[in-house]
Structures are given as C-alpha cells and as structure tokens.
C-alpha cells in the first residue's frame, strides 16, 4: 500500500535543525531543542535575548512600558475602574487614592497570572503540536524536506521566434 523508505523518526529528525522551527514561539522552539536536538551538543540555556526583548530595550536600559502588556494594562484597568466606581458614587473621580492603588494592584496581579497561565497553555499546546508532527513526518514533508524552488518546479521553456 505505502512506500516504506526505511526511514526511522530519528532520521526525519537529522534533516532538520532547531532553527526551521520558526512556527513556534521562542519558549516552545527551547524545549523542543533540549528534547529533541540534544545530540547537537548545542548550551540552549542562554539567556539571551529574542528579538521582542531587543526591541523592548531602552537607552538606558529600562525596558519599554507597552501598553499591550498584561502589567501595565492592568494598572490602568485597575485605575480608571476605581474612578468610574468613584463617578457612580457622584464624587470626585480621584478620590479614595487607597481604593486606585488596591484596584490597580490586584488586576495588574490578576493579569500577570493570567498571561502567564495563558503562555503556558500555549507552550504546552504547540508541544502537542510537534509530537504530532514528529510522530507523523510522512503527512508534513514541509518541514522534514528543504523546501522547492521554482527552478524544480517549472518546466523549462524557451521561447520559439
């Protein structure tokens, strides 16, 4: 029924190298590489910089306060709650400065907790993801395989005058 080429998972997984595996996110490409690429004698324990931190990076080393991040959305969230609860209450939007700070903390801390709870959930399912792959290399010749160029995928032609 199919071709049984002999090859083995092991081989499939000789042909690529943890940087092909740019579908995943950095912290899923890392375990991925610990687990699968360790007969590359490569340290993937540095601590260096993926491209997001680089650009988050300030002249003086202070790292950029991005409003997308689950932190600072959540202090803002936090404060501007309290003075729409301070506006309900028909007084003065920025009083009760005790309720501003313990509103901003606990969602900054609740939204911490959550991306986190989110990014591990991500993790863990794009390492599903390449179990399948790597289980199934057959039904993904992308990404076992060098990619096609169009010079192999033409047919060559030269025009008739």
């Given at each position: 029924m199919g071709e049984d080429t002999g090859e083995t998972n092991q081989s499939y997984l000789e042909k690529i190298t943890p940087k092909d595996l740019v579908m995943f996110s950095s912290s899923a490409r890392k375990i991925i590489a610990k687990?699968?690429?360790?007969?590359?004698d490569v340290d993937y324990d540095l601590q260096?910089?993926?491209q997001k931190q680089q650009d988050s990076i300030r002249v003086w080393g202070l790292p950029q306060a991005r409003l997308q991040d689950p932190v600072p959305l959540g202090v803002l969230l936090g404060f501007s709650g309290?003075?729409?609860?301070?506006f309900f209450r028909r007084r003065p939007a920025l009083t009760s400065i005790h309720l501003h700070l313990l509103s901003s903390l606990a969602i900054a801390g609740i939204a911490k907790l959550g991306y986190a709870k989110f990014e591990d959930y991500r993790t863990q399912r794009e390492l599903v993801i390449w179990?399948?792959?790597?289980?199934?290399?057959?039904?993904?010749p992308e990404v076992f395989n060098p990619?096609?160029?169009y010079k192999d995928l033409l047919l060559s032609w030269r025009p008739v005058r």
């Open positions: 687990n699968d690429f360790s007969y590359l260096l910089p993926d309290a003075s729409i609860f301070n179990d399948y792959v790597k289980k199934h290399p057959k039904d993904f990619p096609k160029k």
